[in-house]
């Protein structure tokens, strides 16, 4: 409640200028109604006595009522003294129109109980008595003054008192009505004031959260969204108000799903962000209990979780790689150097020289998989470059086709963007490009895999496409296919070391070429290709932050 000082606590200046208003009609109404009747009737209607008094009486109180119209209408001035100064006013204009129809007798002196009932209503409750018992006095004065003049009677005194007594009595009801009205004026500003304050804290808790979460209606419309959520989905487009469908067709279809499923606590599929660069899992929640009701989408990077999961890993990794060197590549070394000297035994049949290759076989890939896990443990610092992507690009395609012996035929790259200019290590982005069309290649359909044969498809087995991310302009390279694509329920795993669903593959491949794009502030996604097939995106870091980034280029 707002705290009250010494004259009382006031009403607020925008209730005092409405009642002023609502005072200024009756002023007007007054003298008209007034003038009227002693146009109709006569002097002898309404008991007036002196008529010049009364006709500028009344002329003059329809013109105070006329600039209070213009004053209020204006805001002219604190509207507390435009109280005080018309209610005033009031009394003594109202007081010369009784004076001259004959004081109290006349039973004009009601008037005055809304001029008083009004002041008591504006000020404080003690100045409102004061104003009354003072308009009493005004009113016993002048009806004294008249008896003594001979103009009245003694009886006129009692209507005087009578009067008195009955503006004391308005004055005293306004007030206490005042108080309620001042008290639940301050209530209910207090309580704006809350609302507003928890509105800003809310506001604030929900921009300031490091999770990124928005409020979607039944409607499908944005009513909530932090920045993080905002950068998310896309940037300038994802604000409230906004159409989700607009904003993230996919979260929209996630949401959608999530709404239709008999168990409503179960999460969505994973989408790709609106800069292209991060993997986003959504969580829903229901506001409320009535249906439809408004949901809650909380947006988790899935790459956080996973770096983390992954730097736990590569330490066991380095624990384990200090002994893989002594324990296992030795005895693996002697026994495949024992069965190729097998091999050459002409004492051997074709069941035993088959035994050797397997024993020769696996040894390579058990060395293969040493080599790796070694190579990771022991990498060497960034070295970063600035590389033009279609100059390196052009270079590693040819070189890429000759050392797998494929034609370019069936090598297709889409280039959506020129002048695309990337921040990397070349050996790394060798090593991962290289990777991913190797696997491309190996997984594509057997027709496409070397020389098409009679009828076969002639599309191509490898496809790289690049260009830029649409809004935040990032640089990126695809590497697709045409094969059987990757089973959705390993498709959370595929980056995982030593993960593979495949037959003769060490699963370090993708988690390798992960790592080295982390070390260069690239991200690699996967998503399954629209048609069938995969799609593997190397999204390049922020030109817009080389210039204050600490490496060197």
Request: with cysteine; net charge neutral; charged share 20%.
């Amino acid at each position: 409640m707002i705290p009250a000082t010494d004259a009382g606590p006031r009403i607020s200046p925008a209730l005092t200028w409405r009642v002023l208003g609502v005072l200024n009609l009756y002023r007007v109404l007054v003298p008209l109604v007034l003038i009227g009747v002693y146009r109709l009737g006569g002097a002898r209607t309404i008991g007036v006595e002196s008529p010049s008094a009364f006709f500028t009486a009344a002329a003059v109180y329809l013109m105070f009522g006329c600039i209070s119209v213009l004053v209020v209408k204006r805001r002219m001035g604190s509207a507390h003294l435009q109280a005080a100064l018309q209610i005033g006013l009031d009394v003594l204009l109202l007081m010369l129109i009784l004076h001259a129809c004959g004081g109290v007798a006349s039973g004009f002196g009601l008037l005055l109980l809304v001029p008083v009932g009004a002041g008591s209503l504006l000020i404080a409750p003690r100045f409102a008595l004061f104003f009354a018992a003072v308009t009493a006095l005004i009113v016993l004065t002048h009806t004294i003054w008249l008896q003594l003049t001979g103009r009245t009677d003694i009886a006129s005194y009692a209507t005087a008192g009578l009067l008195g007594a009955v503006l004391l009595i308005v004055a005293i009801t306004a007030s206490t009505l005042a108080s309620r009205m001042r008290e639940s004026e301050a209530l209910v500003r207090q309580k704006d004031i809350d609302l507003a304050n928890l509105a800003e804290l809310s506001q604030y808790i929900v921009q300031h959260l490091r999770e990124s979460l928005l409020v979607v209606d039944t409607d499908d419309q944005i009513r909530l969204i932090n920045e993080s959520a905002a950068q998310i989905l896309g940037g300038e487009k994802a604000k409230p108000g906004a159409l989700l469908g607009e904003v993230s067709p996919l979260l929209l279809y996630s949401l959608a799903t999530w709404r239709q499923e008999e168990q409503p606590n179960a999460n969505a599929a994973p989408f790709v962000a609106g800069d292209g660069a991060r993997m986003i899992q959504p969580h829903f929640a229901r506001l409320g209990q009535r249906t439809p009701a408004p949901t809650l989408v909380f947006l988790e990077d899935t790459s956080v979780m996973a770096e983390r999961v992954q730097q736990s890993k590569l330490a066991a990794l380095g624990r384990l790689s200090a002994s893989i060197a002594h324990e296992i590549r030795n005895p693996v070394g002697a026994m495949s150097h024992a069965g190729q000297l097998l091999a050459e035994s002409p004492l051997i049949g074709i069941e035993e020289r088959r035994l050797t290759d397997i024993i020769r076989t696996n040894a390579e890939r058990v060395s293969s998989i040493i080599n790796n896990v070694l190579q990771l443990s022991r990498r060497e610092a960034t070295r970063f470059e600035r590389l033009s992507l279609e100059d390196w690009l052009d270079d590693f395609i040819t070189e890429f086709a000759e050392t797998m012996q494929v034609p370019l035929s069936r090598l297709a790259v889409r280039i959506t963007a020129q002048d695309l200019e990337v921040r990397i290590d070349p050996g790394h982005l060798h090593q991962v490009v290289w990777n991913l069309c190797d696997n491309a290649l190996k997984y594509a359909p057997a027709a496409s895999a070397g020389a098409p044969a009679a009828g076969a498809s002639t599309a191509a087995a490898v496809e790289i496409a690049v260009g830029r991310l649409m809004p935040s302009g990032r640089p990126y390279l695809e590497v697709s296919d045409r094969g059987p694509g990757i089973d959705p329920k390993y498709a959370e795993r595929i980056f995982e070391p030593f993960f593979t669903a495949g037959k003769g593959g060490t699963g370090l491949g993708l988690f390798i070429s992960r790592e080295l794009c982390q070390l260069n502030r690239a991200v690699l996604l996967y998503a399954p290709r629209i048609g069938g097939g995969s799609t593997f995106r190397i999204v390049f870091s922020d030109p817009k932050r080389w210039e204050t980034s600490g490496e060197r280029v």
